[in-house]
């Protein structure tokens, strides 16, 4: 029941760089704000990133600040999760997400999914 359509994600190292893409399908309403989250085994899902559609504003978790960067292209109707200097804590299902208005912080806010992809970190 995807309705966002994720890259697959992948084993990196710790110290190692990987980079997410999620691709947006033709909808009605497309003025949609961009965000990311991620769950770990036995953890609550929690906020990574967001983007506003225009992409003037950008939101990341305090434990992802100055590592991982949130971009998007609307042309191409997809975004972007760059994700740099890779920990074992960064190991998770990694989520796009879009609603519509402005970027948020919560996960329930949004309305529209991407299948999730797996990233684990080794060291």
């Known amino acids: 029941q995807a309705q966002l359509l994720q890259s697959r994600g992948g084993l990196v190292q710790a110290g190692g760089s990987l980079k997410l893409s999620c691709a947006d399908s033709?909808?009605?309403?497309?003025?949609?704000?961009l965000a990311w989250f991620r769950q770990a085994p036995g953890k609550e899902r929690e906020f990574v990133a967001a983007?506003?559609?225009?992409?003037?504003?950008?939101y990341f978790a305090d434990s992802v600040k100055g590592r991982f960067i949130i971009s998007r292209d609307n042309g191409k109707k997809m975004g972007w999760l760059q994700m740099n200097s890779l920990k074992p804590a960064d190991t998770a299902v990694y989520y796009c997400?879009?609603?519509?208005?402005?970027?948020?912080?919560?996960?329930?806010?949004?309305?529209?999914w991407g299948q999730g992809t797996q990233v684990t970190v080794s060291s």
């Open positions: 983007i506003s559609y225009f992409g003037d504003l950008t």
């Open positions: 033709e909808r009605t309403f497309t003025k949609n704000a």
């Open positions: 997400a879009e609603r519509p208005g402005r970027a948020t912080m919560t996960a329930s806010d949004y309305e529209f």
